[in-house]
């Protein structure tokens, strides 16, 4: 990329910024969508109308003042069960992501910093890993281990670490050679500290960018196994399964309206929220 | 170069044996017995039943020993035989690899003729309207579950307001033409069967937009980048200043040379495609490999869910094989690591 045109000189008098550069509009807007769904997903039952698992109302209404995303087949109002699903779909994204992070992360770390066997074994067994399409791996584990949404989260977090893997030993490869590492060694630090006091702690940012996204990303995914019917069974409020449920009521549209508003926003959100931390973190490789 | 050809062609069959592996261990972690979808529940509690369906299934074999079998007999083109069908796996794929290349090809053609379109005017219109619409299209192509947007299509566009068909590869009145490629629309016009040609065009529209717009997001994010990026270059200026018009400069000076990065992520939006199709096919009743995967592992049919990974893997890593080489090829400065 060959930048020819130079910023004019800074005037002497800076413009007063009101809001760091990073935090644009979109950022903004997804740090609200996710703020909306953790309190939602914590606050629901408390102000709630209706029970999600209870008969609301008459049977496949269309939206109206009393049921706004209208009810689904057993009558149940499915706005109700839509917010209850973040209750689902939350947690699990971070746990999954949670546990990816830390597994791949630490073999990463590892295969970066001892190189040799450990690296040759460990970054392998993350090529075959990546090799599979990930939905087909997923449904394969999920349908290995049993339908169920512990399981498919079992499952998502076996699709997801190799990237964390490949992540920090990137990260680590990088930072070995720096002089801060070879004066802690040089000063007689253990391997395992040099490691984790001298190399990690400037090794996360890449890491944490892509966990953001990849929430949004594992909403996604956890909402399809849903709605194959390998993940949330019924009556879980879950926006995957709801949707399925939607599909064979085809002609109610709203069944899966609201599940499908979820989903699309939390991916939404945490996207715009990964984008904001990128270009927090590296400032050069904004658009 | 040749050396890192050379190379990566080796890794590919390691690389395919650790996805044969895993699937098959995977198979065999279940917790599930995989002898009730083969004699049903009610025949559990048969002994003899139990015994003959093991020793006709080789279940009754050590885990190593059916390993050997099951690799040996891959290399033979054998991926097993379903308990659901009754049939070899790859009897079944075949029947159904048409149905979901006709859709992942129309996809295809949908993400790049759209996204490149998409991609060269959001460059051109910087910060207009028309800019600003391609952007939210792509961002929207790769956050909006297909599951939901096709449901929704279907809704709006076959139910509202008519003017395309419902799910379905084909009207179920009408006989399947004769098959040639395997592909409804080509093997119609073949036979000289017009009706048929244009319902399986129709229904081949939503699906085929549904799944692609995952694609079209990302090529459109793509094109617009390096478009912005080459229009911003000498050569340009100098195309501009000889006096050629606008659509010269960007359909042969620019987008030529923002088409190679753009390269890589074609090969690479497969994965999109993979993933989209098993969910598309599942709305949408196509029968294809998508919906043959679903059932399978729904049904917990073991020998037909590994078949699929290990093709999907397989498929995967040759497109990823040809994505590179194609990259190395078209780009003189790319060096392969």
């Given amino acids: ?62 939206p109206s003042a009393a049921h706004w995303l209208g009810t689904d087949a057993l009558g149940r109002d499915v706005l109700v069960r839509t917010l209850y699903g973040a209750r689902y779909s939350l947690p699990i994204a971070v746990i999954v992501v949670a546990v990816a992070v830390a597994i791949g992360s630490a073999l990463g770390a590892i295969a970066g910093y001892l190189g ?5 074994v460990i970054m392998r067994l993350v090529d075959v890993t990546l090799a599979f399409p990930p939905i087909l791996l997923a ?142 973190f590296d400032p050069r490789s904004g658009t | 170069m040749l050396r890192t050809i050379v190379r990566r062609l080796i890794a590919v069959p390691l690389l395919l044996l650790g996805v044969v592996t895993i699937a098959f261990l995977l198979s065999n972690m279940t917790k599930g017995d995989p002898l009730v979808a083969i004699v049903g529940e009610r025949q559990m509690t048969n002994p003899e039943v139990v015994a003959a369906a093991k020793a006709r299934w080789g279940l009754d074999r050590p885990l190593p020993e059916r390993y050997l079998v099951y690799v040996g007999n891959l290399l033979t083109g054998d991926l097993g035989t379903s308990f659901r ?22 996809a295809m053609i949908v993400g790049i003729v759209g996204g490149i379109s998409l991609g060269v005017a959001a460059a051109h219109f910087r910060d207009k309207g028309m800019d600003h619409a391609a952007r939210v299209l792509a961002l929207l192509g790769s956050s909006v579950p297909v599951f939901w947007s096709g449901l929704l299509m279907l809704y709006v566009f076959s139910v509202l307001l008519g003017w395309l ?58 094109v617009r980048a390096s478009m912005l990026d080459v229009l911003g270059q000498d050569y340009i200026l100098a195309a501009r200043s000889k006096g050629a018009t606008e659509r010269r400069v960007l359909f042969n000076h620019a987008l030529r040379n923002a088409m190679i990065p753009t390269l890589t992520i074609i090969g690479f939006s497969f994965a999109y495609l993979i993933t989209g199709a098993v969910l598309t096919e599942a709305v949408f009743s196509w029968p294809g490999i998508g919906t043959y995967a679903v059932d399978a592992a729904r049904a917990l049919d073991y020998p037909a869910i590994i078949g699929v990974t290990i093709v999907g893997g397989a498929a995967f890593l040759l497109t990823n094989l040809v994505t590179d080489v194609a990259y190395a090829l078209a780009d003189p400065r790319v060096k392969l690591g």
């Fill in chain 1, 1 to 62: 990329m060959t930048d020819a045109t130079l910023p004019a000189a800074t005037p002497a008098v800076r413009r007063r910024r009101t809001r760091p550069q990073w935090l644009t509009l979109p950022v903004i807007i997804g740090i609200a969508i996710i703020a909306f769904w953790v309190i939602v997903a914590v606050t629901v039952p408390l102000w709630t109308p209706y029970d999600p698992l209870m008969i609301a109302g008459r049977r496949l209404q269309p």
């Fill in chain 1, 116 to 120: 040799g066997l450990a690296d040759s």
């Fill in chain 1, 139 to 280: 449904m394969a584990v999920t349908a290995a281990l049993g339908p169920g949404l512990d399981n498919a989260a079992i499952a998502m977090v076996a699709v997801s670490w190799p990237v964390y893997a490949r992540l920090m030993r990137a990260q680590v490869l990088s930072l070995r050679g720096r002089e801060h590492v070879e004066a802690a060694i040089a000063a007689g630090a253990s391997r395992p500290r040099v490691l984790i006091r001298h190399i990690l702690p400037l090794a996360w940012s890449p890491t944490l960018v892509n966990a953001t996204m990849d929430l949004g990303q594992i909403v996604l995914l956890a909402a399809s196994l849903s709605f194959i019917g390998l993940g949330a069974l019924p009556p879980t409020p879950e926006w995957g399964q709801m949707i399925s449920e939607g599909a064979v009521h085809f002609y109610s549209w709203w069944i899966a309206f609201g599940p499908g508003m979820a989903i699309l926003s939390m991916v939404l959100g945490f996207s715009f929220v990964g984008d904001g931390l990128r270009d927090l």
């Fill in chain 2, 85 to 106: 069908t009754k049939r070899p796996v790859a009897q079944d794929l075949m029947v159904r690899l048409p149905a979901t290349l006709e859709l992942v090809i129309a």
């Fill in chain 2, 165 to 222: 068909p419902g799910p379905g590869r084909l009207d179920p009145r009408m006989a399947a033409p004769p098959a040639v490629t395997g592909f409804y629309t080509v093997d119609a016009l073949l036979a000289g069967d017009l009706p048929a040609f244009v319902d399986a065009a129709r229904r081949l529209v939503l699906p085929a937009i549904v799944l692609g717009w995952a694609v079209l997001g990302i090529i459109t994010r793509l």
